[in-house]
């Protein structure tokens, strides 16, 4: 998209730096902030997440650098292997750096409107960099229905949430996407790939990318069908609107009273009508779900790909034996489906117990546990 030129304060000195800029793959927001010296809170609701600092020590030549740098990542985290006793990861992860030169600090990482299953089952995961596999963090506390703490971290990285058990999302959510009509109304359009228990969907209005002082353009919520198939879905907003930049959020409501958001995407307004494309679903790189999940003897494995690629899906027991693959092939973009019915390459039914399936793509590799049940 571009480049920048700027100067920075370094350790040992000022530095120049050229930086090209593209956009991300998927949504980020980003916090900064001070640290206070000797130590002190440090709320970062922006990225969904706060620091309780303790003995923190400036870094540079005057020991007078103290930034705390924070980006969340609304992406499922790529992952060579899960922990033992992990089952999934959460839609969301954080990398985080500072200045300092020495400290610890209490983090507490909020899943507040990413529904994450039984909080009792989370455990915190951490790693030093993507190309590392994740470790759990023993020193937790689980500090409410949204949020839970790791205690004593002194060395900052990739931080993710995990949990124990594999979580049902649902709804599966393949597309959300809007255009701005000559009219000067705005069209919002939304696939779902399977619902379950869902009460239905509202739609959020903002100028700039905060959710937490969004508009609610639906008080009634617009019903779901809680079908297994493809279901698309459309709002028309001509509220007020002026010319200028909007963000949408959707926000999917279960019938417990819990919600899931989606966005925000990003749509101008403009006297001819829109100016730039529709956008996909910020975050949603690729995925894989099954539903139903344990199941007996059938199940949908869908699959998600964020780009044209060549993939291979395979199944494994927990003795690593290949027992299920689909033939590498070159796929669209977009959602697949495949069947499986739990039995193995020569057709013989499969014992009752936890088989992980794979994606490998050209960019990544997913793995997804899932449970057959007799």
């Known amino acids: ?46 990225v969904n997440a706060n ?44 990398n985080i750096s500072t200045t300092l030169s020495s400290y610890t600090t209490d983090i507490t990482f909020d899943l507040t409107g990413s529904p994450f299953g039984n909080p009792a089952k989370w455990r915190i995961l951490h790693r030093p960099n993507a190309t590392t596999d994740w470790q759990i963090w023993n020193d937790y506390t689980l500090v409410s229905a949204n949020e839970i703490r ?19 999302l649902p709804v599966t959510l393949s597309s959300f996407t809007g255009i701005a009509n000559q009219n000067g109304s705005i069209k919002l359009m939304w696939t779902t790939q399977s619902e379950t228990d869902m009460s239905g969907f509202r739609i959020y209005r903002n100028s700039d990318n905060l959710l937490s002082h969004a508009l609610c353009l ?5 019903s779901a069908t809680n079908a297994s198939t493809a279901t698309d879905y459309m709002f028309i907003d001509n509220q007020d609107l002026t ?6 959020w959707l926000e999917a409501m279960n019938n417990d009273g819990t919600s899931l958001f989606f966005g925000p995407i990003t749509i101008t307004l403009t006297m001819e009508g829109e100016d730039n494309p529709p956008p996909v679903i910020p975050g949603l790189m690729a995925e894989i779900v099954n539903y139903p999940n344990p199941f007996n003897p059938n199940t949908t494995i869908s699959v998600y790909l964020p780009s044209q690629d060549r993939a291979t899906l395979s199944v494994y027991n927990t003795r690593g034996e290949l027992v299920y693959a689909v033939p590498c092939s070159d ?12 039995v193995d390459r020569a057709g013989k039914a499969l014992s009752s117990g936890v088989y992980l399936v794979k994606l490998a793509g050209h960019n990544y590799k997913l793995s997804k546990k899932m449970q057959l049940i007799k």
């Open 1 to 46: 998209m571009g480049s920048v030129d700027y100067i920075i304060q370094g350790t040992y000195g000022w530095y120049d730096f050229d930086v090209d800029m593209n956009l991300a793959p998927a949504q980020q927001n980003v916090g900064v902030a001070p640290v206070p010296l000797g130590g002190g809170l440090v709320p970062l609701p922006q």
């Open 51 to 94: 620091f309780n600092f303790h003995n923190a020590v400036g870094g540079g030549l005057n020991g007078n650098l103290n930034n705390l740098f924070v980006t969340v990542i609304f992406a499922q985290p790529g992952s060579k292997a899960l922990p033992v006793g992990i089952a999934q990861l959460c839609n969301k992860y954080w």
């Open 150 to 168: 790791a205690n004593g971290v002194s060395s900052l990285s990739e931080w993710t949430v995990g949990a124990t058990e594999p979580v049902l």
């Open 218 to 222: 639906t008080p009634s919520l617009i």
């Open 243 to 248: 010319q200028g930049t909007w963000n949408y």
């Open 331 to 342: 796929y669209n973009a977009g959602w697949h489906r495949f069947s499986f019915n739990a």
